[in-house]
């Protein structure tokens, strides 16, 4: 996954004694330049109606609303409107109110979040859980913090881990080297190459963009062999896959052999907030030493009664998970059928194809504006120049009426859009 790169700061003639600079005009160069790239962001501005995901409410810039169909969220489950979920949240906030009243050293832990924190040990087979405020942070945190308390710790790292990944070992400090994406040989070479030194291979279970997922049981088996510690992201994959949700580490049967496993609350929990599980002492030496874990404010008991609700139910509950294969199964079969260029995948996300910026921006907007459907245009930086989609994550509610009107919107839009069809090949442009 490339990095992404700050804009150059703009040109402008250096102020004077006592004379401002153009600041704002450095912003505005830096926007234009995203604009003239073509990869410009605009948000949809969207109310989630609860109880009838996913459906939601559009709010236009008129001001007018109007229903539309959510295709692209990643409350992969809908959780985030779960009765027991909801009901948690509402009753933790009554009890205990909403903020958490600062950092954990600050004001202490509060007792739902101790709470999911063995929850989540328990979820993963760990001996300790720690919560973050989001799976962002606890990768950043949790990964440099990691590896900077190993000395001449070289890291491995998948080439399309999240900035998130990049971002932890970045802080790190630490030697790192890229291994081509679940490429088992370059990372035995590599692995290899390093010798003695202590190493910790970084990578994700499913990756979100492609839907392809690692080879964890033989990446575990290659760590064994050259003594490496491993840490595995399973954000794109926590209460999806597993007989209770844990993971694909735990669907393999691998989930031991991985040293610490990350996830999110965000995703397939439908709330907010990261986490590590690990051994205690792992837990515990992050606790103590990661900024981002230190230096900001705990996540609210009320969100973290309704993650556990919601872990907790999805440890027992396959239904969801179930339903929510069969309907990424049968969005795919539709999708394909219609000769629309599905991206071959062997998990619920299903990425069609654009390959051009502006096009991808164009197929989202002409679903939004003429079929009330709502998907994200996925541009550069989060994929490669050139392999531009629109990524759909069907959910166990969306039914076969809304599978079959988002498989006539797509004809339609690839239609009025001369767009690609099945079997065009879509080349990473070059940098
Ligand atoms: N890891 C991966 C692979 C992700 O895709 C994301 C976010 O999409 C994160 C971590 C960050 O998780 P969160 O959204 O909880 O911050």
């Known amino acids: ?144 913090t990691i590896a900077k308390l190993i000395p001449n710790c070289l890291i491995l790292s998948d080439a399309f881990n999240h900035n998130s990944m990049i971002e932890g070992v970045r802080h790190s400090g630490c030697e790192k080297r890229i291994f081509r994406h679940n490429d088992l040989a370059h990372l035995e070479e590599l692995l290899v190459e390093a010798g003695d030194r202590p190493k910790l291979i970084v990578f994700e279970s499913v990756y979100s963009m492609d839907g392809d997922v690692a080879p964890i049981g033989r990446i575990c088996d290659l760590a064994a062999r050259h003594g490496a510690m491993t840490y595995l992201d399973e954000v794109h994959a926590v209460g999806l896959y597993g007989p209770r949700g844990a993971g694909i580490a735990e669907r393999d049967g691998v989930m031991d052999r991985v040293d610490v496993i990350e996830g999110t609350l965000a995703k397939g929990f439908g709330c907010v907030g990261g986490y590590i599980t690990a051994s205690a002492a792992i837990c515990d030496a992050v606790r103590s030493f990661a900024p981002g874990f230190i230096f900001t404010t705990a996540l609210p008991p009320a969100v973290a009664a309704a993650a556990r609700a919601s872990v907790r139910y999805l440890k027992r509950s396959s239904a969801e998970r179930d339903a929510h294969q069969r309907q990424a199964a049968r969005t795919k079969a539709a999708l394909e059928a219609a000769g629309l260029p599905v991206l071959p995948t062997e998990t619920h996300i299903v990425p069609v194809m654009v390959g051009d910026a502006e096009l991808c921006k164009a197929a989202a907007d002409h679903l939004l504006e003429f079929h009330d459907i709502y998907i994200q245009p996925i541009n550069y930086p989060t994929v490669p120049r050139g392999t531009e989609r629109l990524r759909i994550t069907p959910s166990p509610f969306h039914d076969e009426a809304q599978i079959g009107k988002l498989t006539a919107a797509l004809a339609e839009t690839w239609d009025a859009l001369d767009l690609p069809r099945a079997g065009t090949v879509f080349v990473e442009a070059a940098e």
């Open 1 to 144: 996954m490339p990095v992404t790169r700050m804009p150059a700061a703009s040109k402008s003639a250096p102020a004077g004694p006592g004379i401002k600079a153009d600041y704002e005009g450095h912003f505005r160069a830096a926007l234009d330049r995203l604009h003239g790239e073509r990869r410009y962001r605009v948000f949809a501005d969207i109310e989630r109606i609860a109880g009838r995901f996913p459906t939601a409410n559009w709010r236009r810039a008129d001001g007018s609303t109007r229903e539309i169909t959510v295709w692209c969220s990643n409350d992969y489950l809908g959780m985030g409107q779960h009765p027991e979920v909801v009901g948690a949240l509402t009753e933790t906030a009554r009890r205990c109110g909403v903020g958490a009243g600062g950092t954990r050293n600050i004001a202490g832990n509060n007792s739902p979040l101790v709470d999911l924190e063995r929850e989540l040990a328990d979820l993963h087979g760990k001996e300790a859980g720690l919560v973050f405020t989001s799976g962002y942070v606890s990768n950043q945190a949790g990964i440099s």
